[in-house]
């Protein structure tokens, strides 16, 4: 796995079982719920990558 993209390092983090749950089941609300924790706990990062445990950020 590499740690950067466009040379610029990943920041990994994680969320809670409830939030992995939906990835399960109904993959968009996975997606929403992500966008949306992210936007409030880490502003101006994006996800580059989701590899359970770990979300990968930029």
Same mark, same amino acid.
């Given at each position: 796995?590499?740690?950067?993209?466009? @040379?610029?390092?990943?920041?990994?983090?994680?969320?809670?079982?409830?939030?992995?749950?939906?990835?399960?089941? @109904?993959?968009?609300?996975?997606?929403?719920?992500?966008?949306?924790?992210?936007?409030?706990?880490?502003?101006?990062?994006?996800?580059?990558?989701?590899?359970?445990?770990?979300?990968?950020?930029?």
């Amino acid at each position: 796995m590499k740690s950067l993209v466009n @040379d610029k390092p990943l920041t990994k983090s994680m969320v809670g079982n409830r939030i992995w749950a939906l990835q399960k089941t @109904d993959e968009a609300a996975f997606q929403r719920e992500l966008v949306t924790y992210f936007a409030l706990a880490c502003p101006g990062y994006s996800i580059v990558r989701v590899e359970y445990p770990y979300i990968f950020l930029q």
